[in-house]
């Protein structure tokens, strides 16, 4: 959880450009897609903790493994919930929406760190687009979402 907290810092010192921007964590790195129409790149599923399966599965989260190569965030999944078909407690991943204007400039922007509700029983944060809150903010700001453990897996351990 604390690179939740570090994650601005990370996003503004430790990204580079290919073709697109890759986010350098420590344990993987991230390629953003871009969107062109509304001028803001996707990192998409950022892994942010171990899955928590096996004899993980009541523990404290733990580091995610390193990863090698470039992830493209085709990789990651909604975490359990009885309303889903396809279900995982590999889940711990994380998106977030970055205006080109805060890769350009370098400037800080303000972060909106988005939980979405749910109860525990049902959510994801691939229910949401983010693109429509930054739009809002007239690109002003980032925005993170992120998918937690949100009930009882059924059938899943």
Same mark, same amino acid.
């Given at each position: 959880m604390l690179l939740l907290l570090f994650l601005p810092v990370a996003l503004c010192a430790q990204i580079s450009?290919?073709?697109? /921007?890759?986010?350098n964590l420590p *344990?993987?790195?991230? #390629?953003?897609? *871009?969107?062109a129409q509304n001028d803001i790149y996707l990192f998409s599923n950022i892994r942010f903790a171990a899955p928590p399966l096996g004899n993980l599965r009541w523990a404290a989260p733990q580091p995610p493994s390193v990863q090698s190569g470039i992830q493209d965030g085709r990789v990651g999944g909604?975490?359990?919930q009885p309303?889903? #078909?396809s279900v995982t407690e590999d889940c711990l991943f994380l998106d977030v929406y970055v205006p080109a204007a805060?890769?350009?400039?370098?400037? /800080?922007? /303000?972060?909106?760190f988005w939980i979405y509700g749910g109860g525990y029983v049902m959510g994801s944060k691939d229910d949401y687009n983010g693109t429509s809150v930054i739009k809002a903010s007239g690109n002003s700001i980032v925005?993170? #979402?992120?998918?937690y453990r949100v009930g009882p897996a059924t059938g899943v351990c």
């Open positions: 450009f290919a073709t697109l /921007p890759i986010l *344990y993987a790195k991230y #390629q953003a897609s *871009y969107d909604s975490c359990s309303n889903r #078909q805060a890769l350009e400039t370098k400037v /800080p922007f /303000p972060v909106l925005y993170v #979402q992120t998918n």
